[in-house]
C-alpha cells in the first residue's frame, strides 16, 4: 500500500523523470525533446556500475598492468600505416591456430562472422538444417539464419548446461548438413560422441568455442575437433581485444582458402571477385592488442580456475547448483554460474552490497520472438528452459583477489541465510493455522 507522502510527490517525480527542454533561435522553431526510457534505463544502469565494489568484469584491472605494451603496439601499428590485413593479423593468426593446435587461423571481424563465414564455407545454406543449442547467446543461431539454413535445437545436459549428444539422432533429418555444439561458458562439449554421430551421417562439426578460449577435451584444445572452430574476441571474453573480433581455426587448407576469401569480399586476388563475401577482416589494430594479450592468456585461465575453486569450495552447500567439471574436459570459466532458487532476489541482494552479476541467458533462444517462425513453444526443451530461470553469473576475472572472493560468497550466504530463516518462519505460521 502506498503511503501518503508517496502519493503526494507522485506527480512531482513524474515531472522530474520528463524533463522538458525547449531550444528556441531565429533560424529554428521551437524544439522539444525527452529523455527516451532506453536512455533512462541506460543512465541508471550507468550510476549502479559505478556504485559497484565488485563488477561483473574489471577490463580496468587487466588494461592497467598491460597498459604500457598495449600502447606501444597500437602506436607501432599507427606508425608503419599498415592498416589492412598486415603483420600483426598474420602473427595472431598463426599463434592463435598453433595454440589451438591446428595448422590455420583466420581472423575475422567478429565472433558472430566467424560462426556465418565457417557456415557458408562448408556450403550450408537455405534449406539446410543445423542442429545445435538453444542455450547460448543468440548469435550462434543467428549465424545459422544468416546464411539461410534453419536451427533444429536439441536440449542440454542438466550439470554442465552443455550439448546432450543423446538427442542427436531425434533431432536427424534428411535437410540436416551439420552439428554445431556451443562449448559454453567455458567448459568443453563432449566433442567424442559428437564428431562419431557426424561422421556416421556425414555432416560437418562447427565449433562455437566463443567462451573457451583454451577449454581441452581429453587433452586437445577446443577448436581443433570440428571442421571450423569459431571464437569470439569480443572484448570480455577469456581472450578478447578492445571492442568486435573474432576469428577462426581449421586443419583444412580448402576451408582455411575459402574462409580468407569470403572475409574479404570474396576475392583471393585485390579486384577480382570469385563469390559475394563480405566485410569482415579483423582489424589490424585490434589484432595488435590480442598479440599483447595472447601470452597471458594460460595464467588468465589459471587465476580464473583457482576463483572458481574457491566459490565452488565455500558456495557448495548454500547454492543449489555450482559449475560441473567433466573429468573428459577442462573448464576456463569465461563465467562462473551458480543456480538458485529465487534468482532476482539474489541478485538484487548483491547489487545492494556492491556486487555485479549477470544471467547468461534469461530466454533460451528457441523462445525468443526472433525464433518465433521456428514453431518451438514453452515445454519442448525442458531442461533449458529450466535451467534458464534460475542460473545466475558471479563476477569471474583472472585479476579478482581473494578478499573480493570472499565478499562475494559472504554476501551469498548472508542472503542464503535470510531466506532460509523467511522460509522457516512461513512454515511455522502455516503450522499454526492446521
Known amino acids: 500500500m502506498r503511503s501518503r507522502f508517496a502519493v503526494r510527490i507522485g506527480p512531482l517525480a513524474h515531472l522530474l523523470e520528463r524533463k522538458?527542454?525547449?531550444?528556441?533561435?531565429?533560424?529554428?522553431?521551437?524544439?522539444?525533446?525527452?529523455?527516451?526510457?532506453?536512455?533512462?534505463?541506460?543512465?541508471?544502469?550507468?550510476?549502479?556500475?559505478?556504485?559497484?565494489?565488485?563488477?561483473?568484469?574489471?577490463?580496468?584491472?587487466?588494461?592497467?598492468?598491460?597498459?604500457?605494451?598495449?600502447?606501444?603496439?597500437?602506436?607501432?601499428?599507427?606508425?608503419?600505416?599498415?592498416?589492412?590485413?598486415?603483420p600483426q593479423i598474420r602473427a595472431f593468426e598463426h599463434n592463435?591456430?598453433?595454440?589451438?593446435?591446428?595448422?590455420?587461423?583466420?581472423?575475422?571481424?567478429?565472433?558472430?562472422?566467424?560462426?556465418?563465414?565457417?557456415?557458408?564455407?562448408?556450403?550450408?545454406?537455405?534449406?539446410?538444417?543445423?542442429?545445435?543449442?538453444?542455450?547460448?547467446?543468440?548469435?550462434?543461431?543467428e549465424a545459422i539464419a544468416l546464411v539461410g539454413a534453419k536451427?533444429?535445437?536439441?536440449?542440454?545436459d542438466p550439470e554442465t548446461y552443455l550439448l546432450d549428444w543423446r538427442q542427436l539422432e531425434q533431432a536427424l533429418s534428411s535437410r540436416t548438413r551439420a552439428v554445431l555444439p556451443v562449448h559454453l561458458y567455458g567448459h568443453a562439449a563432449e566433442m567424442l560422441p559428437i564428431m562419431n554421430f557426424a561422421r556416421a551421417h556425414g555432416l560437418h562439426v562447427i565449433e562455437d568455442a566463443s567462451q573457451a578460449h583454451g577449454a581441452t577435451y581429453q587433452g586437445?584444445?577446443?577448436?581443433?575437433?570440428?571442421?571450423?572452430?569459431?571464437?569470439?574476441?569480443?572484448?570480455?571474453?577469456?581472450?578478447?581485444?578492445?571492442?568486435?573480433?573474432?576469428i577462426c581455426t581449421t586443419n583444412d587448407e580448402a576451408l582455411a582458402e575459402k574462409i580468407r576469401m569470403i572475409r574479404d569480399h570474396g576475392s583471393r586476388i585485390r579486384y577480382r571477385h570469385e563469390v559475394m563475401g563480405v566485410n569482415a577482416r579483423l582489424d589490424e589494430m585490434q589484432a595488435a592488442v590480442l598479440n599483447v594479450k595472447m601470452p597471458h592468456l594460460d595464467q588468465w585461465n589459471t587465476a580464473r580456475q583457482a576463483h572458481a575453486q574457491a566459490y565452488t569450495e565455500q558456495l557448495r552447500d548454500v547454492v543449489e547448483a555450482v559449475p560441473v567439471v567433466r573429468p573428459w574436459g577442462t573448464h576456463v570459466y569465461c563465467y562462473y554460474v551458480i543456480q538458485v532458487t529465487e534468482r532476482d532476489a539474489l541478485r538484487e541482494a548483491l547489487q545492494q552490497e556492491g556486487i555485479g552479476t549477470n544471467i547468461h541467458y534469461p530466454t533460451p533462444i528457441h523462445l525468443q520472438p526472433a525464433c518465433a517462425s521456428y514453431g518451438y513453444t514453452d515445454g519442448m526443451l525442458p531442461v533449458t528452459e529450466s535451467v534458464s530461470q534460475h542460473i545466475v553469473s558471479l563476477p569471474m576475472y583472472p585479476e579478482l583477489t581473494a578478499e573480493q572472493i570472499h565478499y562475494v560468497v559472504s554476501a551469498v550466504k548472508?542472503?542464503?541465510?535470510?531466506?532460509?530463516?523467511?522460509?522457516?518462519?512461513?512454515?511455522?505460521?502455516?503450522?499454526?493455522?492446521?
Request: overall charge neutral; some cysteine; charged content about 20%.
Open 96 to 141: 592463435f591456430a598453433a595454440y589451438c593446435q591446428c595448422q590455420y587461423g583466420i581472423g575475422v571481424s567478429s565472433g558472430t562472422d566467424a560462426l556465418a563465414i565457417a557456415l557458408r564455407a562448408c556450403d550450408i545454406g537455405p534449406g539446410d538444417e543445423v542442429i545445435t543449442v538453444a542455450n547460448t547467446f543468440i548469435a550462434t543461431v
Open 220 to 246: 586437445r584444445r577446443v577448436g581443433s575437433f570440428g571442421d571450423v572452430g569459431c571464437f569470439s574476441l569480443y572484448y570480455s571474453k577469456n581472450l578478447g581485444a578492445f571492442g568486435e573480433a573474432g
Open 20 to 86: 522538458e527542454w525547449y531550444v528556441c533561435s531565429a533560424l529554428q522553431s521551437t524544439k522539444h525533446t525527452t529523455l527516451s526510457h532506453y536512455e533512462r534505463q541506460k543512465a541508471r544502469k550507468d550510476e549502479e556500475a559505478l556504485s559497484l565494489k565488485i563488477p561483473l568484469v574489471d577490463l580496468q584491472a587487466q588494461y592497467s598492468g598491460l597498459k604500457p605494451a598495449i600502447l606501444a603496439a597500437l602506436e607501432a601499428v599507427l606508425d608503419s600505416m599498415q592498416l589492412f590485413l598486415g
Open 414 to 434: 548472508k542472503y542464503s541465510l535470510l531466506q532460509r530463516r523467511v522460509r522457516s518462519y512461513d512454515t511455522g505460521r502455516e503450522a499454526q493455522w492446521v
Open 151 to 156: 536451427p533444429v535445437f536439441v536440449d542440454v
